[in-house]
């Protein structure tokens, strides 16, 4: 069973940064694209951000201009740096592992909460 694992979640207040981060088996994190989703209470599970092996990164609506996704090959972990978080950024964030086309694989992690308010 792959086990993707998150850290950094919690309380900020607006305006406020967080750091999130996942770390995944090395055989996962070398091969698969990784990548950050968020879920709001009662919407959808939403694309954030998203990284290939290469290091080309995507971002959704959501994470453009204010978020910046990053990963360490050292150490199996893709990063999340979120700054000026806003009210509507609270959510549960996802860290993913997504071996398609090759591997038709998806892995996701437990989720680590994600609060903005003042």
């Known amino acids: 069973q792959v086990q993707l694992v998150e850290s950094g979640g919690g309380l900020v207040q607006p305006g406020g940064s967080l750091r999130l981060s996942c770390t995944a088996p090395?055989?996962?994190?070398?091969?698969?694209?990784m990548a950050w989703y968020r879920q709001a209470p009662g919407k959808q599970r939403i694309l954030v951000a998203g990284?290939?092996?290469?290091?080309?990164?995507t971002y959704g609506d959501s994470g453009k201009g204010r978020f910046t996704i990053s990963r360490d090959n050292a150490k199996n972990t893709v990063s999340l740096q979120m700054n000026n978080l806003k009210l509507e950024d609270t959510a549960l964030y996802y860290c993913?592992?997504?071996?398609?086309?090759?591997?038709?694989?998806?892995?996701w992690g437990q989720g680590t909460q994600v609060t903005v308010s003042s």
């Open positions: 993913s592992a997504d071996g398609r086309p090759m591997r038709d694989e998806v892995y």
């Open positions: 090395g055989n996962i994190f070398s091969n698969f694209v």
């Open positions: 990284i290939t092996t290469d290091g080309f990164t």
